[in-house]
């Protein structure tokens, strides 16, 4: 008997390396047709609308200004502290953006996935992309706010760097998913770590270096009286480097370490693809856990 | 001929767990995780009870779908049908990626599309148009494709002047009509349908019940249809394909299917051969106990002869019977739920008064219905109370006999009814 032929086959074993990237690739149309969505129906029946992306990081920032710099007196050396912190913010906010909006992909569309099939990684895809957009409004009023402090006396020019700015946002975005996937998936059978993501985020704020420049946090972690030595909190923390790189790179100003970059270039792309794996695992029979 | 097969399930299984997920969650996955190192079959898969609602079970664990298999044709439209809880969302579920099975697999020669639901995804603050982009695209079509069908989708609709307008403020049945359009101008090899055809007016059931014949009949291509409403799928599908408690418990011809689903009924008690009700209270406080049917040239009870004597006696209580008014019927109906014939007081227009006796009873000569299988319907009023309605009460078994003493029996298949023994040929 020679062996049927069949083009489709569902089978309770999934290959987990099986990440069926032409699938996705099929339905890329459906990616920008929920970007689209996230963008349209978004400021819907508010009054201020894309005004509230403005809102938060400026004010964000002032708040920061006063307590850190002004209360706290952290120097950020020749840097307006507003504008600092205002670089800070507005990279952190779209790693944030990203983790908190993937980190419940299955819990929130629930019931689409359990309606219709469709490559569930679309979802959080979708997501970061629409974020782009919201990431692309605060940038631009990092500009604005460059460009006043240039017209009154702040001189300093982006460096050559700056080319790689959009690959930092790229790793930002990269995280974010890796780290949504994972969480999202984990979430399906223990609601625990929502718990865990939001005050999680919050305090991973604080530990990267996003109101004080890094190597300043650095010092002060080690202390040489007592012998200890905290300074791995961020050296080994992605995201800070991240920050402190993209500072770098907006206002020339700050130091970033060749190894930095190399860790958090592996982190990245460990982070992405163990997401990825294990999101492709858990889509087949989350909804049964859910 | 295995090449006509699109569609072939083998031993397929799910297994469900009950109860909360909680604490006790962690330890199960850990077992299975140390199951798994050592190289061992998952321990809870050898468990597992069969998934009979009713009845309390030990296990944790119950199999929703147990070794399921059948194959389906190119072109062919199945129907799927069963009680709540026979596993038929769950087939369903499988068939469209939603979930994945326990064991056992599915083949297909086919891209499948599902419609478990119609406008899965719909935004309620976007316009007709963006939706309709939006949830062709989520069942799978590309923005090409919708484009290029978009007017046909519109038109089929009928919602041309609200396609512009926030789906928001669209009647629940202007959603499922546009929602149905939509799916209904996919292209799949297999199309997956679960009951939505139950919203919507009659004129769009019409078109809707008419596009799926299209679908299959112009088209070529496969649907299977899952619904309980006889009629429709005695419309639609051909053949049909009976879920009991997770198991494939028959498949053939449509209306067998459906007798046979019917078939699985209420309590009869053994002794007396009468059916039970249970709860079916008035407001004045009558209750409707039970129910006889008998032949009476036949010692069992809820089968008839053909064009025979009978009666139906319905046994009722109440504290005052002397005040007791009672208007009834008895109708019945084939199995597509047609209504055939009725015995009723208000023909002419009698009310009974019971006195002392706890029962009504309604005597028949020459039932004309030819054998087969059909349904009870009871209507019951006392003293102008609230109606008690019993659809589907029990299933009447009507066996053949000799009515012209010929020797040839009448057959469902080409008689119809029979009216009486008095009709002369000359």
Redesign the interface.
Known sequence: MNK?K???????K?NLLDLNLKEVW??R??L???V??DV??LY??TVLGPLWYLIQPLFTSIIFTLVFNGIAGISTGVVPSFLFNLAGITIWNYFKECLIATSDTFKKNE????????PRVIMPMSIIVSNLLKFGIQIFIFICVYIYYYFNGFNVLPNIYILFFPLLIIAMGMIGLGLGMIISSMVT??RDLTFLVSFGVQLLMYLSAVMYPLDLMREKLIDVEKGTDYSWIVDFNPIAHLIEFGRFILLNDGNYSVFGIIYTSIFTIIVFFLGLLIFNKTE??F???I | M?KDVIL?VENLSKQ??LGT?GTG??SH?FNRFLAKIRGKEDPYLKIGESNDRASKGESEYVWALKDINFEVKRGEVLGIIGKNGAGKSTLL????????????????????A?L??VG??F?P??TGK?NI??NG????M??KEIASKLDEIVSFSGCERYIDTPVKRYSSGMKVRLAFAVAAHLEPDILIVDEVLAVGDAEFQKKAIGKMQDISGEDGRTVLFVSHDMTAIQNLCPISLLLDDGKVSFKGETSKVISEYLKSEPLVDLNSGKIKFEGLVSTNGVELKSLLIQDNKLSQPNILNTYGNGFFELFFESKNLEECNIQAAFTIKNLINKPLLTFSTTFRKQILKKGKKDSIKCSFENLNLIPGTYMLHIWFVNNADKEIIIENTCKIKVVEKDVFNSGVLPTEKYHGHIISNNFKWE
């Open positions: 049927e069949w083009l489709f086959e569902i089978t309770p999934n099929q339905y149309d459906l920008l047709l929920f689209k969505r349209v129906t819907k029946q019931a689409i996935f359990g309606k219709v099939y469709f059978k223990y087949k029979t909804i049964d856990t | 295995s072939k469900y767990r997920l969650t962690i996955d579920k499988i068939l469209s990626k939603v979930t994945g099975p326990t064991t056992g697999s599915i083949k297909s020669n086919g891209r499948i599902s478990l639901e899965t995804g935004h603050e976007m963006e982009f939006l695209a989520i069942l799978g590309t923005k």
